[in-house]
Structures are given as C-alpha cells and as structure tokens.
C-alpha cells in the first residue's frame, strides 16, 4: 500500500486547510485510517482517526472540535479537514492505514502498517 499525502500549505491562524491522503496498491475499505503529525523537536503524535466503515472516529483532545477526518472508500482517500488552525498546529502530517487495527490501538503508531510521506502545515500567528 503506497500513501500519498497532499494539501499542506501556509495559513494564517483562524483560517482552514484540508489535507488529502490517496491510498493506492493494495488497498482495501477494510482499512482503518489516520493522521498523525510531528511538530519540529517534538515526538509525533496521533490527530484523528476513522474506522473502516466510516462510522466511529476518534480525535485528540488538542483537535476536537475543530478538524474532521472522513473518508471515501470509492476513491480510497481519506481527508483532515482542519478549522480555527491555531500556531500549535504546525506541523508535517501523516497518513497512515491500519490492516485490522483494534480500536483501543487506533490512537498508537503501532496501530498502523502503512505511512505515507507527509505534507507540511505551517500556521503563522
């Protein structure tokens, strides 16, 4: 499975982003999805993620409420859509997908098989 993350730029802070992942390969609606993200010095981290079915996703606390993870098994992407970006927000994202992955493992790396390459997100103040 080849993931390819897109969508980062340089935004204001207040203002909107939507990154894109595109699984191809391998790939499967079987598949859980998630983003993570790395901010400079600092150890990567989970953001969202979204079961196979699209019906349960999870956030971290430092996103909920302002970014949306959704997918499109037809077109085997998954989206971050992110609002009210803050400067903490910067960062390189990415995308993962986990082969069976239990929920209590969705918010761990270990939980993931495949990484895309990242995308940055720079959020000025």
């Known amino acids: 499975v080849q993931l390819q993350a897109s969508g980062g730029g340089l935004v204001q802070a207040g203002g909107s982003l939507r990154l894109s992942c595109a699984a191809s390969?391998?790939?499967?609606?079987?598949?859980?999805m998630g983003w993570f993200r790395q901010a400079p010095g600092k150890e990567r981290e989970f953001v969202a993620a979204?079961?196979?079915?699209?019906?349960?996703?999870l956030y971290a606390d430092s996103v909920k409420g302002r970014f949306t993870i959704s997918r499109d098994n037809s077109k085997n992407t998954v989206y971050l859509q992110m609002n009210s970006l803050k400067p903490e927000d910067t960062a390189v994202y990415y995308c993962?997908?986990?082969?069976?992955?239990?929920?209590?493992?969705?918010?761990?790396?270990?939980?993931?098989?495949?990484w895309g390459q990242g995308t940055l997100v720079t959020v000025s103040s």
């Open positions: 993962a997908v986990g082969v069976g992955t239990i929920l209590s493992m969705m918010r761990l790396q270990q939980g993931y098989d495949y």
């Open positions: 390969g391998r790939t499967s609606s079987s598949y859980n």
């Open positions: 979204i079961r196979r079915s699209g019906g349960s996703t």
